[in-house]
């Protein structure tokens, strides 16, 4: 009913910047929070962050000031801005939503297939 395509992923040198970007389709009625998640090889997938429909923004304390996320409401859409990559932000990249989808009237929480990201020289 509801699809979460994530595209932007790739290979980058330490330093570089990537821009992940994640499209949401289906019987939408409304979404509510969007963001990005990731998970490294051997570790839970963890929060790097949220943006509400209002536009208020939520970030994991150890990406303050290098990531940014945003969202066009009209498209459907949300961003990761990702600068000063390190190689420890390595990881898959899960886009998440929150969506009311038409005739439900319950709100739901859908995920992408995920984008890896690499970082290394």
């Known amino acids: 009913q509801v699809q979460l395509v994530e595209s932007g992923g790739g290979l980058v040198q330490p330093g570089g910047s990537l821009r992940l970007s994640c499209a949401a389709s289906g019987s939408i009625y409304s979404i509510g929070t969007m963001g990005w998640y990731r998970q490294a090889p051997g570790k839970q997938r963890e929060l790097v962050a949220t943006i509400t429909g209002a536009g208020s923004t939520n970030y994991a304390d150890s990406l303050k000031g290098r990531f940014t996320i945003s969202r066009d409401n009209a498209k459907n859409t949300v961003d990761l801005q990702m600068n000063s990559l390190k190689p420890e932000d390595t990881a898959v990249y899960y886009c998440?939503?929150?969506?009311?989808?038409?005739?439900?009237?319950?709100?739901?929480?859908?995920w992408g297939q995920g984008t890896q990201v690499t970082v290394s020289s």
């Open positions: 998440n939503a929150d969506v009311e989808v038409y005739g439900l009237g319950r709100i739901h929480p859908y």
